[in-house]
């Protein structure tokens, strides 16, 4: 029952915020942006930009509400719209260029363990490449098929393979690092 | 290639994460809101001007094409009454009593009876002659009378009835032949010359008030430019 409520609560909500109620979208964004502006943080490393493409994609996701269909999950949605804006705004920029190559291999990152805290997942990240990162972040942590990133960015589906087999490799490097100056080694 | 367990426990870790925006963004995105609202209803006032101004548009066009079509009825109306009007002569006037009566009758009736006249006419003609030669025949009869005085006494009234009917019939005939002449094609064609010469002046006349007042205007707006530029 609870559920049922929540869900009819939300649709509720949705509706009042596509007749540009105010309240109910202010609702939306409350309960939304501290998750949102985390996953615009995963692509952009300065917390103010973040916050900005935050804005601008809850803008995106005021003015296209009218399109949900319902039919997924709401935050899947909204989330898929940040992406989208990250992503722009990176290749607006021009800070990525992707080398076309098919090559890529298999590295040994499964030996790894660690228990890292958000912030250090975060700074590890924070490492790689814009490139590297973008492809890491849609792989990994969103869960997209090389063939959809290959769609989003425009590039070669071996491509995208090589780049994370790339930023693999990096992480992997740097993770050691963290590990051999958290053990005082270095 | 898949996600790896180091990979799996970044991704667990992140989707958690939650950080909170600033104060002021919530106001920021407000104020943009807002903003995009007041853009939408400019955008459907601007449709709803062109589409106001295309109706103005087309409405002026049917009154000024409107109007151009009563104007020629009116002076169409205005003239037949000029052109009954002018001529005082007293058959016509007895013609447009005629034509002012016959609307009254029924039609069917007038063509019988316009036939029948013209008929008449014609045999009027032959009448005109046949008294003469009724006459002669008369007198050819009269002489033959002498003769034979039966054949006298029955002669007489037919002539005499025949001249009276012959005199009713140039009668009908020259009212008829007046009232033909009246109702002439040749002054209906006149009256339409007539009237198209009216309305080709009338509507240059109004064109030319158009153009009038387009150049005034324009002259004007060219001045005042010329006066402008010169200040």
């Keep these: 029952m609870k559920v049922i409520n929540l869900h009819q609560e939300e649709y509720e909500i949705i509706r009042l915020a596509v007749e540009n109620n105010r309240q109910a979208q202010q609702m939306i964004y409350n309960r939304f942006s501290p998750k949102m502006l985390s996953v615009c943080r995963q692509y952009i490393k300065d917390i103010q930009f973040a916050e900005d493409l935050l804005i601008t994609a809850f803008m995106k996701v005021f003015v296209n509400l009218k399109n949900f269909e319902h039919k997924g999950s709401f935050e899947g949605w909204i989330r898929k719209i940040m992406v989208n804006e990250c992503i722009s705004y990176i290749r607006a920029q021009k800070k990525i260029s992707f080398l076309e190559e098919e090559y890529y291999k298999e590295d040994g990152f499964n030996n790894i363990e660690s228990d890292f805290n958000v912030n250090e997942i975060q700074f590890l990240i924070d490492t790689l490449p814009e490139g590297y990162r973008m492809i890491f972040n849609l792989f990994v942590i969103e869960g997209y098929k090389h063939h959809e990133i290959a769609g989003m960015l425009g590039i070669n589906e071996g491509t995208s393979k090589s780049q994370l087999s790339h930023a693999r490799k990096m992480l992997q490097e740097q993770i050691l690092k963290l590990k051999n100056y958290g053990n005082g080694t270095e | ?231």
């Design chain 2, 1 to 231: 290639m898949e996600p790896n367990k180091l990979e799996k426990e970044f991704r667990k870790k992140l989707s958690e994460r939650k950080i909170d925006p600033s104060a002021n963004a919530w106001d920021r995105l407000d104020a943009m809101l807002t903003v995009a609202e007041e853009k939408k209803p400019k955008r459907n006032y601007g449709w709803m001007y062109m589409a106001a101004s295309f109706l103005g548009f087309l409405l002026i066009g049917t009154i000024f094409f409107s109007q151009t079509e009563e104007l020629i009825d009116l002076r169409k109306n205005e003239v037949v009454y000029e052109k009954i009007n002018p001529v005082p002569s007293s058959e016509e006037d007895v013609v447009i009593e005629k034509d002012y009566l016959i609307p009254s009758v029924n039609k069917s009736e007038i063509v019988a009876v316009v036939s029948e006249v013209k008929n008449q006419k014609k045999s009027n003609s032959k009448s005109t002659v046949a008294p003469k030669e009724n006459s002669e025949a008369g007198n050819n009869q009269s002489q033959v009378a002498e003769n034979s005085p039966n054949n006298n006494v029955e002669v007489v009234p037919n002539i005499v009835k025949q001249d009276m009917i012959s005199n009713d019939r140039q009668l009908v005939a020259a009212a008829v032949s007046s009232a033909d002449g009246n109702v002439n094609p040749s002054i209906k064609v006149d009256a339409r010359n007539l009237l198209s010469q009216v309305d080709g002046e009338l509507e240059l006349s109004f064109r030319e008030k158009i153009i009038h007042t387009v150049n005034k205007n324009y002259k004007t707006v060219k001045v005042a430019l010329a006066n402008r530029n010169q200040e």
